[in-house]
């Protein structure tokens, strides 16, 4: 088999990033993607063709491995190749990425359980279930130091991201209740990541649910699709977002690889 690797820019496999994109059973949120834009890539060569490619983040973290359907009966040896080249420790993995997963399944690493990614059922949610009091608006610069004794460091890059206007926030009386995010998604053209931060003097009140809507509410009026995505292990934000109709079937998963 003659194939080799080769360093690269993004926008030199571009069109391979697209068509891996159109083989997922459903989209995967901010977190991941960036990982994926913040990695390293390299083009795949088999006898002189490029044929796919490959992510890496922080030089051991695989975040997308790719080829085209007719170099599938290579795929096991490519990929062992790719592990056996590089000092990677473990492995990013949408279970909506079939061909990654089958992959990664073939060399029985220890399997980890990292996200849950969500999607919106489009189911109402009854009126008597949102927090139906206070006002829900795009963030300004003078809301920064309350959102920041609210959030701590749930937010990085914050004045930025107000500039950008992806922060909102949730208020009644002057108190801040809550915090909204919204995330449009690079490489997956008209979704967009939703999150929320609770106050947590005022939890339980349906305020995070609440949030999750008018976010919602907001990415279909700017023809966006919301997902969004939380820690494996966070069941408060699993049943928020549950609560706010929003649904799970794909999970990410963290492969640890144990080389021979």
């Not at 139906?132 to 914050?158: C, P, Y």
């Not at 699709?225 to 494996?232: E, H, L």
Request: overall charge negative; charged content about 25%.
């Amino acid at each position: 088999m003659r194939c080799d690797f080769k360093q690269c820019k993004q926008e030199e496999i571009i069109d391979f990033m697209q068509e891996y994109i159109c083989t997922l059973q459903s989209p995967f949120d901010s977190f991941l993607e960036e990982h994926i834009l913040k990695s390293t890539f390299y083009m795949i060569n088999f006898n002189e063709e490029v044929v796919g490619y490959y992510g890496i983040f922080k030089d051991d973290l695989l975040t997308q491995f790719y080829i085209k359907v007719p170099l599938y009966n290579k795929s096991k040896e490519i990929f062992e190749e790719i592990i056996s080249n590089h000092p990677i420790t473990s492995i990013f993995v949408p279970t909506s990425d079939e061909f990654l997963l089958s992959s990664v399944i073939d060399q029985d690493y220890k399997i980890n359980k990292q996200a849950y990614f969500f999607q919106d059922s489009k189911i109402p949610i009854p009126q008597e279930k949102l927090y139906n009091s206070g006002q829900f608006r795009k963030a300004v610069l003078s809301d920064v130091e309350k959102i920041l004794e609210v959030s701590h460091d749930f937010l990085d890059r914050l004045e930025e991201r107000i500039d950008e206007g992806q922060i909102f926030v949730f208020i009644k009386e002057n108190i801040l209740l809550g915090v909204g995010l919204i995330e449009r998604s690079i490489l997956q053209e008209g979704y967009a990541s939703v999150g929320m931060f609770t106050n947590e003097n005022y939890r339980r009140h349906g305020i995070g649910r609440t949030i999750i809507h008018h976010l919602k509410q907001w990415c279909y009026s700017n023809n966006l699709t919301p997902i969004c995505g939380c820690w494996y292990y966070n069941i408060n934000s699993k049943l928020t977002l549950e609560s706010a109709g929003m649904v799970t079937k794909t999970r990410l998963l963290n492969i640890q690889v144990e080389k021979k």
